[in-house]
């Protein structure tokens, strides 16, 4: 059974920088399904943030497209999310993701039923 665990939430000040950390196990092959972060605020909707696909091709959200980097470190099974220059409407719990089938670029962005969800870690920009 796959189980994500994500680290590295927290408080940081308006322009400054943050990496979220996510630790994959239950999985043999790290990279065979795209893997994600998503976040969501209060009573909003989960939104996609950043995602990888198996071969590395990447997709961000227009809203942090040239501030946040999603990188991955294959021996360690673990996905990350830097977040540079962060603003306060970044303030979200953010959710590390990972599709539990192959997912075309086109789609591999989108929520399915049977994606695997790590619990959330909560960063908050403020001054």
């Known amino acids: 059974q796959v189980q994500l665990v994500e680290s590295g939430g927290g408080l940081v000040q308006p322009g400054g920088s943050l990496t979220l950390s996510c630790v994959a196990s239950?999985?043999?092959?790290?990279?065979?399904?795209?893997m994600g972060w998503y976040r969501q605020g209060p009573g909003k909707q989960r939104e996609l943030v950043a995602v990888?696909?198996?071969?590395?091709?990447?997709q961000y959200a227009e809203s942090v497209k040239g501030r946040f980097t999603i990188s991955r470190d294959t021996a360690k099974k673990t996905l990350f999310l830097t977040m540079n220059n962060v603003r306060p409407e970044d303030t979200d719990v953010y959710y590390c993701?990972?599709?539990?089938?192959?997912?075309?670029?086109?789609?591999?962005?989108?929520?399915?039923?049977?994606?695997?969800w790590g619990q959330g870690t909560q960063v908050t920009v403020s001054s």
């Open positions: 993701n990972r599709k539990n089938r192959f997912r075309s670029l086109s789609t591999m962005g989108e929520i399915f039923p049977d994606d695997v």
């Open positions: 239950g999985v043999n092959s790290f990279t065979m399904f795209p």
């Open positions: 990888i696909s198996g071969a590395g091709n990447t």
